[in-house]
């Protein structure tokens, strides 16, 4: 074959409403890249099919019967068998608390479920390809609930024992920007950002890129109203921080 197979992302849908549940498949298999693989109505049901099925993304539910969604995301995540599936939160309550929950929990992305089609399929992209999707309702909730340090105050432990380079995509990743972005204003190659933020994971010890948007706030590294990246300007306002 001349040409390489398209990837099709294999997704899992979860709600304990079944029109819900018809109307997200619908969206989903409309796009080329995508695929509904199995459905669940509640979170028990969620395990046992991401186990059966070992999808690439669930589409989950905050509210069920039978395990919320928070709640199946925790065991989800560490669940070892599937450490490479991304669970991405799509609920009607974009409340602080579910949001900051969810994202603690492992959900690499939270969504209201106002999204549009093309909103979610690009959202489903995203965690699948390791980075978050966050609508600004959610990101909003982060920023109001995580708490940041003084000017002058020593980082976090774990923070500080990254490397200044490691520090700076913290940072730009605090602030939304995906590894592209990263790499155009660091001046390095998608794969070398996708690394970076592969081994902040690991130094962090946080399950997915939403994550570090919290420990980003959390540490000073990046302050609300600090607002998205601008790539325009050298280095994207990047900050030296010791």
Same mark, same amino acid.
């Given at each position: 074959?001349?040409?390489?197979?398209? *990837?099709? @992302?294999?997704?899992?849908?979860?709600?304990?409403?079944?029109?819900?549940?018809?109307?997200?498949?619908?969206? *989903?298999? !409309?796009?080329? $890249?995508?695929? =509904?693989?199995?459905?669940?109505?509640?979170?028990? #049901?969620?395990?046992?099919?991401?186990?059966?099925?070992?999808?690439?993304?669930?589409?989950?539910?905050?509210?069920?019967?039978?395990?919320?969604?928070?709640?199946?995301?925790?065991?989800?995540?560490?669940?070892?068998?599937?450490?490479?599936?991304?669970?991405?939160?799509? +609920? +009607?309550?974009?409340?602080?608390?579910? =949001?900051?929950?969810?994202?603690?929990?492992?959900?690499?992305?939270?969504? #209201?479920?106002?999204? %549009?089609?093309?909103?979610?399929?690009?959202?489903?992209?995203? @965690?699948?390809?390791?980075? %978050?999707?966050?609508? +600004?309702?959610?990101?909003?909730?982060?920023?109001?609930?995580?708490? #940041?340090?003084?000017?002058?105050?020593?980082?976090?432990? !774990? *923070?500080?024992?990254?490397?200044?380079?490691?520090?700076? *995509?913290?940072?730009?990743?605090?602030?939304?920007? $995906?590894?592209?972005? @990263?790499?155009?204003?660091?001046?390095? %190659?998608?794969?070398?950002?996708? +690394?970076?933020?592969?081994?902040?994971?690991?130094?962090?010890? @946080?399950? %997915?890129?939403?994550?570090?948007?919290?420990?980003?706030?959390?540490?000073?590294?990046?302050?609300?109203? !600090?607002?998205?990246? $601008?790539?325009?300007?050298?280095?994207?306002?990047?900050?030296?921080?010791?």
């Amino acid at each position: 074959m001349s040409e390489l197979a398209q *990837v099709v @992302v294999r997704v899992l849908v979860v709600d304990d409403h079944h029109l819900i549940r018809a109307a997200v498949r619908q969206i *989903v298999d !409309a796009e080329p $890249d995508l695929e =509904v693989v199995g459905e669940a109505g509640d979170g028990e #049901g969620a395990e046992r099919q991401a186990m059966e099925l070992l999808p690439d993304v669930v589409l989950m539910d905050v509210n069920m019967p039978r395990g919320d969604g928070i709640r199946t995301t925790a065991r989800l995540s560490a669940n070892p068998a599937l450490a490479e599936m991304k669970v991405l939160l799509l +609920t +009607t309550f974009e409340q602080d608390e579910n =949001v900051l929950r969810g994202v603690r929990a492992g959900a690499a992305g939270f969504l #209201g479920k106002s999204a %549009s089609a093309a909103e979610i399929a690009a959202s489903i992209r995203a @965690v699948h390809e390791g980075g %978050s999707a966050l609508s +600004t309702a959610a990101q909003s909730a982060l920023v109001r609930h995580v708490g #940041g340090r003084g000017e002058n105050a020593p980082l976090p432990g !774990a *923070v500080a024992r990254l490397t200044e380079r490691e520090r700076e *995509v913290l940072e730009l990743v605090g602030r939304g920007a $995906d590894n592209q972005t @990263v790499a155009d204003v660091l001046g390095m %190659s998608p794969a070398t950002a996708r +690394t970076h933020v592969s081994r902040m994971l690991a130094k962090l010890q @946080v399950g %997915s890129r939403a994550a570090l948007v919290i420990v980003a706030y959390e540490s000073g590294l990046v302050v609300p109203g !600090a607002g998205p990246v $601008d790539e325009s300007s050298p280095r994207g306002h990047v900050r030296r921080r010791t």
